[in-house]
């Protein structure tokens, strides 16, 4: 027996958090939607790529997570980004467990999400085995600048790699 793509999204999807767990979603909740960006690729040697991309974020998994999807550029190029983060809240402490995926180039990264005053920051480590910094600043409802950074060490400086500046689309 198969199954169709259109069930699958159907036990997948959700429209939106239970109640009892919508205070504690609100911290990612108001991604939900889909989203135009500008990226920047920060390069070693101090130049720069630009893209054009778009991201889309979902309920899923009966409300109990949000999932999303990195798209640059935006289709219908041929991708050099297409991944997925999922994003569950942990009662036990206080924050997310962060989960991206990107099979296209074979990176993933786990994190530790949380509120840090305005932003919201992600801390982690990735694929390479580096440490990650992905912060959500500038947050507006229908805009944000999200900033990905990484490190080799603790003593290390954060380095900009990524930029992504996002406007809403639709809700």
């Given at each position: 027996?198969?199954?169709?793509?259109?069930?699958?999204?159907?036990?997948?999807?959700?429209?939106?958090?239970?109640?009892?767990?919508?205070?504690?979603?609100?911290?990612?909740?108001?991604?939900?939607?889909?989203?135009?960006?500008?990226?920047?690729?920060?390069?070693?040697?101090?130049?720069?790529?630009?893209?054009?991309?778009?991201?889309?974020?979902?309920?899923?998994?009966?409300?109990?997570?949000?999932?999303?999807?990195?798209?640059?550029?935006?289709?219908?190029?041929?991708?050099?980004?297409?991944?997925?983060?999922?994003?569950?809240?942990?009662?036990?402490?206080?924050?997310?467990?962060?989960?991206?995926?990107?099979?296209?180039?074979?990176?993933?990264?786990?994190?530790?999400?949380?509120?840090?005053?305005?932003?919201?920051?992600?801390?982690?480590?990735?694929?390479?085995?580096?440490?990650?910094?992905w912060r959500f600043t500038e947050i507006t409802a229908n805009s944000f600048h999200w900033i990905g950074e990484e490190r080799s060490s603790e003593s290390d400086p954060w380095k900009i790699?990524?930029?992504?500046?996002?406007?809403?689309?639709?809700?």
């Amino acid at each position: 027996m198969t199954m169709t793509i259109s069930s699958f999204l159907t036990a997948l999807g959700s429209e939106g958090p239970p109640a009892d767990r919508a205070k504690d979603m609100a911290l990612y909740g108001w991604l939900i939607g889909n989203w135009e960006m500008d990226s920047v690729h920060h390069l070693d040697d101090g130049t720069i790529q630009k893209w054009d991309g778009e991201c889309h974020f979902g309920w899923v998994l009966e409300g109990r997570a949000i999932q999303d999807i990195w798209i640059r550029p935006k289709r219908p190029a041929p991708s050099t980004m297409y991944g997925t983060t999922l994003r569950i809240f942990d009662p036990e402490i206080d924050g997310w467990h962060i989960i991206w995926n990107d099979p296209l180039n074979q990176d993933h990264s786990r994190q530790i999400g949380r509120a840090e005053g305005k932003d919201i920051v992600q801390l982690g480590n990735d694929s390479r085995g580096l440490k990650t910094r992905w912060r959500f600043t500038e947050i507006t409802a229908n805009s944000f600048h999200w900033i990905g950074e990484e490190r080799s060490s603790e003593s290390d400086p954060w380095k900009i790699t990524y930029e992504h500046l996002a406007r809403r689309t639709k809700p």
